[in-house]
Nanobody, 122 residues
Framework: HVQLVESGGGSVQAGEPLRLSCEAS???????LAWFRQAPGKEREAVAV????????TLADSVSARFDISQDGAKNTIFLQMNSLRPEDSARYYC?????????????????WGQGTQVTVS
């Protein structure tokens, strides 16, 4: 499995931005990487996915106008730029990785997970 380490979470006011980072332990080429989030009492939901070879990305409808996922292949790192944050964005954000041959859609599709980073918006 790929080891993933997230960083960049914190507490911000509504409307402010945050940028999350996820560094992988190996070359991320030919992987799909994703950001999921989970709030207390809620299911883990997909926020954004990136296919590292093609650069293709998908974003959840709830964040597509405010968030962006990107990569730095040289650093085996992906990012989640979150703008215009809302209180409902508060959650623990997790980075996940899976070989690009997989569906790369649901949480169950991803075999490797980071420990998560907390985002709190007030």
């Amino acid at each position: 499995h790929v080891q993933l380490v997230e960083s960049g979470g914190g507490s911000v006011q509504a409307g402010e931005p945050l940028r999350l980072s996820c560094e992988a332990s190996l070359d991320i080429r030919r992987y799909c990487l994703a950001w999921f989030r989970q709030a207390p009492g809620k299911e883990r939901e997909a926020v954004a996915v990136i296919f590292t070879v093609t650069g293709r990305t998908t974003l959840a409808d709830s964040v597509s106008a405010r968030f962006d996922i990107s990569q730095d292949g040289a650093k085996n790192t992906i990012f989640l730029q979150m703008n215009s944050l809302r209180p409902e964005d508060s959650a623990r954000y997790y980075c996940a990785a899976e070989h690009e041959s997989g569906p790369c859609n649901l949480a169950a599709d991803f075999a490797s997970w980071g420990q998560g980073t907390q985002v709190t918006v007030s």
